[in-house]
């Protein structure tokens, strides 16, 4: 299954930003683009945490263990 991410390059930190827009807020960075990923992925998983402690339901693509990122560039 495929996630959505948006990878920009952002000139001020001089790294890529990348955010994952069915989830609101949940962002992340990093210098490179893989490191960017990576942390986005981070980031999705410690945000259906959260959600799933507050009983709230998560896109069916930010469940998948194996979801791998489709990246949309800004």
Excluded: W
Aim: glycine share 6%; proline share 8%; aromatic share 10%.
């Amino acid at each position: 299954m495929k996630i959505p991410i948006n990878l920009q390059y952002d000139f001020e930190y001089k790294g890529f930003v990348a955010e994952y827009p069915s989830l609101p807020g949940c962002m992340s960075q990093g210098k490179s683009k893989s490191e960017a990923l990576r942390n986005i992925r981070e980031a999705i998983r410690g945000y259906v945490e959260v959600l799933k402690k507050h009983d709230q339901t998560a896109p069916l693509e930010a469940l998948a263990p194996d979801s791998s990122p489709f990246i949309h560039n800004r």
